[in-house]
């Protein structure tokens, strides 16, 4: 596996488009504590290629700006997805989780990152919480071509109940033969606030980083196993 990474901010690699483009929250979804997943509508369609990010503003807080993963390949419908992870104190991100509503209205300056699959060789592709974000936009925009290398997707999270977006990951898998996704969580048992019933899982040993390491593995719906 080949991956590009991209410019993490400030980089030569922006948009040729103007600083600023707005779009309205169509839908909130909350998969879990820590976890908003937000749907936007632009008004003019953004400029961006899979796995880019763009600088983010929301209305309940003015004039501070955040990278945001797009969780969508670029569309002419304007869709726009993003997942935010709630991080404790956070400004921007909490508010999101706590605040966030249908119609309110979204700023978004610049676009960069170079993250994109590099030839025909098979690709993995490992994502952790909301680092699903880009790999789903590289795989939507994949799926819309006949011919693609073969790709594992490995989705990890700290606990079951902590994995999220099944519902896409699943059809996705099942419609595109090249497409295998793998779910890996750290333990075998959500936290007591997440509330759900414990699942069973093969225990295994994948990679040395220190969250993955021990891990315990599933097959997932998703990879048709
Ligand atoms: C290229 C890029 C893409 C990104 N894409 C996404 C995305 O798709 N989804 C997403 O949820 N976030 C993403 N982020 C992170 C995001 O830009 C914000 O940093 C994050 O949402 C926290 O912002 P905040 O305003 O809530 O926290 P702040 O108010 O800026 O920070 C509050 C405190 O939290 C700490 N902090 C900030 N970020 C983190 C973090 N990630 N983990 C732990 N502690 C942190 C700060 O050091 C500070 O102490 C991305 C960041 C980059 C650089």
Redesign the pocket.
Known sequence: MKLLT?V??GGAHSDPTPARRTARVVEVLRPHPGLTVVRLIADEPLLFRPGQ?VETQIPQVPR?W????L?MPPNTQGQLE????A????????TVHGETRRGDVWQFGQV??LLRPDGDRPLTMIAGG?GL??MKSILLAMAMSGDNPDVHLLVGARSPGLLYDSQSLAPLAATNPWLKVTQVTDARRDPWWLKRPATAYRACHCGTAHWWTPCRISISPAAGS
């Open positions: 991209g993490m901010r990010y501070q955040r990278p945001l993963s969780a993003f997942h935010i992870r991080v404790p104190g956070g400004y921007l991100s909490s960069h990152g909301t974000a880009p």
